[in-house]
């Protein structure tokens, strides 16, 4: 498993890809691969067998409780720590200053973002499609932690030359900040744009006092190889981005 690089003393964030050697076969040829969502119609117990596959890669930096959600392209974002969940989380982002305590978040073409402090003591997980960028996933995932956010890391996401959107999507953004204009370029058809995920997120992040962006430049929809692709495929599984601190 590849981890990010130049992050504080003890932060990993990564990503999963399809290919995975301990990866279980599957009878439906679009979920092969480590898919590790159990909303897309695959064997419950295939998957939760790959989430345990994670966590055992995991365990060797100290890591002892790995927490999902059930995302819903929503704004809402939760502060974990040393609580047990007994009900899936519902919500698209989460803050934890425990070490040892994976947060992970499920994406096929939305954009996974990554935060985290200086200091390497407290970082975030969000879920970003255009739906929960435009509606303020990142600023009310940064509003919930209790430090200044210094970093962030963007895994991968649908770029823009593959990511077609309608007027009112880029409406929604512009009109809440104008200088996004420039993170999108019309489409083939009228009122049709191609919208970069990346250049949205990395505005807001930095007006949000983010610093340092890392990643941003992988394509899920083009790297068929690595990435699941919703838009490639509406019957397909989903990579996990993951955060934790060593402990």
Same mark, same amino acid.
């Not at 040892?100 to 978040?105: E, K, R």
């Not at 970003?128 to 600023?139: C, M, N, S």
């Not at 309608?166 to 204009?181: D, H, I, N, S």
């Given at each position: 498993?590849?981890? !990010? ?7 990993? !964030? ?8 301990? /990866? ?34 995991? *365990? ?24 047990? +969940? !007994? ?25 996974? !973002?990554?935060?985290?402090? *200086?200091? #390497? ?19 009310? +995932? ?7 956010? +210094?970093? /962030?890391?963007? #895994? *991968? ?8 959107? @309608? ?22 058809? /009228? ?7 990346? /250049? ?8 949000? @006092?983010?610093?340092?962006?890392? #990643?941003?430049? &992988?394509?899920?929809? &083009? &790297? ?6 919703? =838009? =490639? ?7 996990? +981005? ?6």
């Amino acid at each position: 498993m590849q981890f !990010v690089q130049g992050l504080p003393q003890g932060v990993y !964030v990564g990503q999963t890809h399809i290919q995975h050697p301990q /990866a279980l076969p599957s009878v439906q040829p679009e979920l092969e691969g480590l898919n590790l969502a159990l909303h897309v119609n695959d064997d419950p117990q295939r998957v939760q067998q790959h989430r345990m596959i994670l966590l055992d890669e995991f *365990a060797v930096h100290g890591v002892k409780k790995i927490t999902w959600m059930t995302q819903t392209h929503s704004t809402i974002c939760h502060s974990i720590n040393e609580e047990i +969940t !007994v009900n899936a989380l519902v919500g698209d982002g989460l803050v934890t200053q425990t070490q040892g305590h994976a947060l992970m978040m499920m994406t096929a073409d939305c954009l996974p !973002v990554v935060l985290g402090n *200086a200091d #390497g003591t407290e970082v975030a997980n969000l879920h970003a499609g255009w739906r929960g960028l435009a509606g303020g996933i990142i600023e009310n +995932t940064i509003a919930e932690m209790t430090s200044q956010p +210094t970093w /962030a890391w963007l #895994g *991968a996401a649908i770029s823009q030359p593959c990511f077609e959107i @309608g007027a009112e999507v880029k409406a929604a953004f512009c009109a809440k900040y104008a200088a996004l204009e420039n993170a999108f370029i019309d489409g083939e058809q /009228a009122g049709k744009y191609y919208a970069d995920l990346y /250049a949205i997120a990395g505005y807001i992040l930095q007006q949000q @006092g983010v610093k340092v962006i890392l #990643g941003g430049d &992988q394509c899920s929809y &083009q &790297q068929s190889e690595d990435y699941y692709s919703y =838009r =490639r495929h509406s019957k397909t599984g989903r990579m996990a +981005t993951f955060v934790f601190m060593q402990k």
